[in-house]
């Protein structure tokens, strides 16, 4: 545990300055290059519109991951089965086979199909057998199961450094694991009732956690304290994501709306009357890899600094059979994507910003694409 933690503490503390100086390039951007940027990008959004569909499972899926390279997608479903997809042709590539009960939670290692190794672990499950699997590319059966939870897993999320792993139960706690030993770091206990969502910080240092006492908690992961109680929500949170900036995080909630939360006021800055039934998830878009690693620069053109686009915009998914696609700075709706025939349960955001990738109650995962896009 004390190795585990130094090298936390490090790798935030090294993310969290470079962040902090790529933040105070980007302010030197003038006003009029940042939106030009943001309008071309929003005109994209805009004309997004079914890409193509395909049938996923004999039941219901519950998410999707799309992998750090863009060039797969991992599906999840009710029967139990993670299924991994190619990208953009929707040809199924791996079945993986180890849960007993429903997949809730999808996510893939930060560097799967990039630096990770493919015998080692590049993707994690959460299921309704109490279990998180851990799978690499060689094999359709996990190389490792991480038992803890006395309740089903909903999602799961990994830790920037790749190392680390987080999952939420319904046994009321959200548990941090090493995966390299497989061993549980802490036990995080502070929800009246099942914890449902997790999500990391970008620097490593933050987690949130959402649950379904309608409450977001931040932790600080150097400490394993509670940092801030997140309460304005009136039912079950079920989305949750850190933005990419760091400081502001969105809340998905069976109350129909979408708060957004800045860690630098200590308080919700903003409410989405978002859907017209419950927010099954919630994410920001990340940006390409290039953007996210962090040994990443800022993005020079000649003498001229470009904007990051990580951030951008935010989508979410619901009961409602609706994605929506929201400005991440006005919190403005830009699209609204029409597809699924039931409820849609789970959506991811390419890396390379090309697809949004969406699973539903139809039993179908869809990919969203510019019209007419030809990839």
Not at 39 to 64: H, P
Not at 108 to 137: E, F, Y
Request: with cysteine; glycine share 10%.
């Amino acid at each position: 545990m004390p190795g585990a933690m130094r090298a936390l503490h490090s790798l935030s503390d090294s993310r969290a300055a470079k962040r902090v100086a790529k933040q105070n390039e980007e302010n030197k951007i003038s006003v009029a290059v940042f939106k030009a940027m943001r309008s071309e990008e929003f005109e994209k959004l805009k004309v997004y519109a079914n890409y193509s569909s395909q049938i996923g499972d004999d039941r219901s899926l519950s998410q999707c991951s799309f992998s750090p390279d863009s060039n797969f997608l991992a599906t999840g479903s009710v029967e139990g089965l993670c299924k991994i997809w190619s990208v953009p042709d929707s040809k199924l590539v791996h079945t993986l086979r180890g849960h007993t009960d429903r997949i809730g939670g999808v996510k893939w290692h930060p560097q799967a199909h990039i630096s990770q190794d493919r015998g080692a672990v590049n993707l994690a499950t959460g299921g309704g057998d109490s279990i998180v699997n851990l799978w690499s590319l060689e094999s359709d059966t996990p190389i490792q199961s991480l038992k803890g939870h006395e309740a089903r897993v909903c999602r799961v999320a990994f830790h920037p450094m790749g190392r680390f792993l987080g999952s939420a139960g319904f046994d009321g706690t959200w548990r941090f694991w090493d995966i390299e030993t497989g061993t549980e770091l802490l036990t995080q206990r502070g929800h009246s009732r099942e914890v449902y969502a997790i999500s990391f910080q970008c620097d490593g240092s933050l987690a949130v956690s959402g649950g379904l006492d309608a409450v977001g908690r931040v932790w600080d992961l150097r400490t394993g304290r509670s940092a801030l109680t997140m309460e304005g929500h009136v039912a079950d949170i079920l989305g949750i994501d850190f933005s990419p900036n760091g400081y502001q995080i969105a809340t998905g909630s069976a109350d129909n709306s979408i708060r957004i939360w800045d860690l630098r006021t200590l308080r919700s800055i903003h409410s989405i009357p978002a859907h017209t039934n419950l927010v099954s998830d919630i994410k920001f878009y990340n940006g390409p890899i290039s953007e996210s690693e962090e040994d990443s620069s800022m993005q020079v053109d000649g003498e001229q600094v470009r904007p990051s686009k990580s951030g951008l915009y935010l989508g979410s998914c619901s009961f409602d059979g609706t994605i929506k696609l929201w400005s991440a700075d006005d919190w403005k709706l830009q699209k609204s994507l029409v597809g699924h025939t039931g409820k849609v349960s789970g959506l991811d955001i390419s890396n390379d910003g090309r697809f949004i990738g969406s699973t539903g109650f139809d039993r179908t995962f869809k990919l969203w694409a510019p019209e007419n896009a030809d990839y």
